[in-house]
């Protein structure tokens, strides 16, 4: 698994590092407006969601949506759907949605959408990863971990066709790798 990484961008101990300092800043800007709903956007965002929710320093709800637009793909389909909704209603409720990575925009820019409509107190993200390129939506993450160039990263939830999400690092994927079949996977060779 190691082997299909081209380059670790970003390490155990910086990713450690940046969840303490995202939790801190968190803490402080929501002190006093608790109880803070995290929103996890699963799958990718529940490692950073879990290490985030313990460097919070609040009292704190969590829930959690999945989405689709990716499937086994290395680009999304454009059509975004939730597979999974909210347990709670979230109306006048102070809500932080978690994702693991903003890329093209779309599936943040639907969300959002979504859940204004719902009616919280406050709405806001914060991202593990925020991918500097153009994007087919503007979206603004109130808080992010980390700023990468356009290239298909894994690890630390971050996956390609479901494998890689176990990584303790963030790495850059092997184009041989997401080229290649892997169980039905698309090979189109677009770039995510």
């Known amino acids: 698994m190691h082997n299909d ?6 390490t155990q101990q910086q990713l450690q590092q940046k969840v303490a300092e995202l939790g801190q800043h968190i803490s402080h800007d929501y002190k006093g407006r608790a109880p803070l ?11 950073f969601v879990a290490d985030l929710a313990r460097a919070i320093d609040l009292p704190l709800e969590m829930d959690f949506m999945v989405t689709s637009s990716y499937g086994s793909a290395t680009e999304s389909s454009g059509v975004v759907r939730i597979v999974k909704d909210l347990e709670e209603p979230i109306a006048g409720k102070h809500v932080l949605l978690v994702d693991d990575i903003v890329d093209s925009g779309l599936t943040l820019h639907y969300l959002l959408e979504v859940l204004r409509t719902r009616n919280p107190a406050s709405l806001r993200v ?4 925020d991918k500097v390129k153009e994007r ?14 356009d290239r298909f990263v894994v690890g630390y939830g971050l996956d390609y066709a ?7 690092y963030i790495g850059v994927l092997k184009p041989e790798v997401y080229q290649a079949p892997i169980d039905g996977a698309d090979t189109s060779g677009k770039g995510r």
């Open 136 to 149: 087919a939506k503007v979206v603004t993450p109130h808080y992010i971990g980390f700023q990468v160039a």
């Open 37 to 47: 709903l995290l929103l996890c956007v699963l799958k990718g965002a529940l490692m």
């Open 162 to 168: 479901q494998h890689y999400r176990n990584l303790p």
């Open 126 to 129: 914060c991202t593990l990863i």
């Open 5 to 10: 990484i081209e380059e670790v961008i970003i």
